[in-house]
């Protein structure tokens, strides 16, 4: 047998180790190697394929029963058990400390709602007049009164809309930014 032939040989064991590998880097490291000697002695895959025929593919093996584990293998194994189910416990666990959180966040939120609509329907009725009651009229004749304006309520000169619009905005935008503020703190922890 001269080197060419032995560079044939070598390259289909390779080839054939590489097709059983039990893992990909046992793969590639064997069709690296067998392309290097393909480099090295100048060969094609028609010379390795063509020149003899594969061998008989191997019998199948019998497996052969696991040997029975030692007392130390047997403890280490219960140990990876026991700590892999730990893990599994504590990743489930942590899945339900989420949803627990985001169940009394949605339960925060809603309670905000409805207490923004609380305050938003007390300062509705503070802000509107009452109505005025019509007063009986003295049988006695009294100068006539300009008429008022229809648009605008009776009020005093020191009462303006001002201060009960200051009223409802300033309750009405702490309540805001403390509700932007926990929907902050929730969402982005």
Known sequence: MDDREKAVEKVRKLMSLAENAGNENEAANAFSKARIFMKKYHLEL???YSAEPSPPPPSPRRKAPPRPLTPEER????????????????????????????????????????ELEK???QQSVHDTPPAPCPEPEPETVTPPVPPEPPARPHRPPEEEPRPVRLHFTGPALIFIMLLLFVVYILYLQ
């Open 75 to 114: 403890h280490r194994e219960m140990t990876r058990l026991k700590q892999q189910e730990e893990q599994r416990l504590r990743e489930f666990q942590k899945v339900a400390e989420q949803q627990q959180q985001r169940k009394r966040q949605r339960e925060r939120e809603q309670q905000a709602l409805r």
């Open 119 to 121: 305050c938003r329907a």
């Open 46 to 48: 028609s010379d390795i």
